[in-house]
C-alpha cells in the first residue's frame, strides 16, 4: 500500500502564497487517484483538488486560486495556494484512492480515499 507524507504548510497573511508537497511512497500515476483535503477546526473534513490521468477537479470554495500538480519523476503531488484567505486555514491532508472512476475521483469524496498522510497546518492571518 501506498504511503504519502505531506510538507510545505506554514503561516501567511491574507493574499500570501503556500505551495503543499505530497510526496508517495512509490509511482502513483496512473494507480491511485491523488486528492488534498482540509480541515478546519470544528469542521468537516472537505475535498479540495483531485488528480489523475482522468483529470482535475476542485472544490468551488478554490478554483481560480489552487492549482494541483504532480512531478511523476519525484512521486509527488502538489497544491499550489494563491490568494490565501484566512477561510482556507486548516489541516491540509493527502489522500490516495484506488480502484477510481473519473467521477469518484472528481467527487472528492473523503470515504473513497483509503490512504492518508498526517497533514500539514495551513494559518492565513487576516
Known amino acids: 500500500q501506498v504511503e504519502v507524507v505531506e510538507s510545505g504548510g506554514g503561516s501567511v497573511q491574507a493574499g500570501g502564497s503556500l505551495r503543499l508537497s505530497c510526496r508517495a511512497s512509490e509511482d502513483t500515476w496512473g494507480t491511485y487517484c491523488m486528492a488534498w483535503f482540509r480541515q478546519a477546526p470544528g469542521k468537516e473534513r472537505e475535498g479540495v483538488a483531485s488528480?489523475?490521468?482522468?483529470?482535475?477537479s476542485y472544490a468551488e470554495s478554490v478554483k481560480g486560486r489552487f492549482t494541483i500538480s504532480k512531478d511523476k519523476s519525484k512521486n509527488t503531488v502538489y497544491l499550489q495556494m494563491d490568494s490565501l484567505e484566512p477561510g482556507d486555514t486548516a489541516m491540509y491532508y493527502c489522500?490516495?484512492?484506488?480502484?477510481?472512476?473519473?467521477?469518484?475521483?472528481?467527487?472528492?469524496?473523503?470515504?473513497?480515499?483509503?490512504?492518508w498522510g498526517q497533514g500539514t497546518q495551513v494559518t492565513v492571518s487576516s
Open positions: 488528480i489523475s490521468p482522468y483529470g482535475l
Open positions: 489522500a490516495a484512492a484506488t480502484s477510481y472512476t473519473a467521477r469518484r475521483c472528481a467527487g472528492l469524496s473523503q470515504t473513497d480515499f483509503a490512504y
